[in-house]
T-cell receptor, first 109, second 112 residues
Framework: GIQVEQSPPDLILQEGANSTLRCNFS?????LQWFHQNPWGQLINLFY???GTKQNGRLSATTVATERYSLLYISSSQTTDSGVYFC???????????FGAGTTVTVRA | DGGITQSPKYLFRKEGQNVTLSCEQN?????MYWYRQDPGQGLRLIYY???????QKGDIAEGYSVSREKKESFPLTVTSAQKNPTAFYLC???????????FGNGTRLTVT
């Protein structure tokens, strides 16, 4: 199956700092989504971004499909940004999303 | 409010018993999914359904069964054939397959 690698595995930030999370994938995709899982296990869809750039408040994402990677930017981080960020992708003509192992973000006050 | 409801939040069972996890959505989504999450790992797809009365195996379907008799409901049965059933189970839906996934709050199943 398609391989999804996220880096770094762990990230510790001071409140107010900016950060970049990376997602590399091993094949062409036409579906890429970013999720945030809070410490209670709830998963929230952040972006549906198979290509291009999108912004939502302090978060933005860029996917360069031809080079098989996506980046998630967190600006002015807050303690509520803590949790695990997952990237998930699906190949062209495939319905199944494959998830990476996630990046665990801890934002300290 | 529209959303996905999973129940119960915590479930405890003895080894050898089948158990059914509930998932209901009122988002009018066609597609529904079941994922399994083990500690420190990403999500793995168990089953998905594109439409009522149709479902397909995901990557780890062995020991699980599903039904999709109604658009709103997609229950998952964890059978005694599942060798390591203790996990966090997440149900999701999307308007159609390949659309943005929306998740329920999950059910933590412990089998002893």
């Amino acid at each position: 199956g398609i391989q999804v690698e996220q880096s770094p595995p762990d990230l510790i930030l001071q409140e107010g700092a900016n950060s970049t999370l990376r997602c590399n994938f091993s094949d062409s995709v036409n579906n890429l989504q970013w999720f945030h899982q809070n410490p209670w296990g709830q998963l929230i869809n952040l972006f549906y971004i198979p290509s291009g750039t999108k912004q939502n408040g302090r978060l933005s994402a860029t996917t360069v499909a031809t080079e098989r990677y996506s980046l998630l930017y967190i600006s002015s981080s807050q303690t509520t940004d803590s949790g695990v960020y997952f990237c998930a992708v699906a190949r062209n003509n495939d319905y199944k999303l494959s998830f990476g192992a996630g990046t665990t973000v801890t934002v300290r006050a | 409010d529209g959303g996905i409801t999973q129940s119960p939040k915590y479930l405890f069972r003895k080894e050898g018993q089948n158990v059914t996890l509930s998932c209901e959505q009122n988002l009018n989504h066609d597609a529904m999914y079941w994922y399994r999450q083990d500690p420190g790992q990403g999500l793995r797809l168990i089953y998905y359904s594109q439409i009522v009365n149709d479902f397909q195996k995901g990557d780890i379907a062995e020991g699980y069964s599903v039904s999709r008799e109604k658009k709103e409901s997609f229950p998952l049965t964890v059978t005694s054939a599942q060798k390591n059933p203790t996990a966090f189970y997440l149900c999701a839906s999307s308007p159609r397959v390949r659309d943005s996934l929306h998740f329920g709050n999950g059910t933590r199943l412990t089998v002893t």
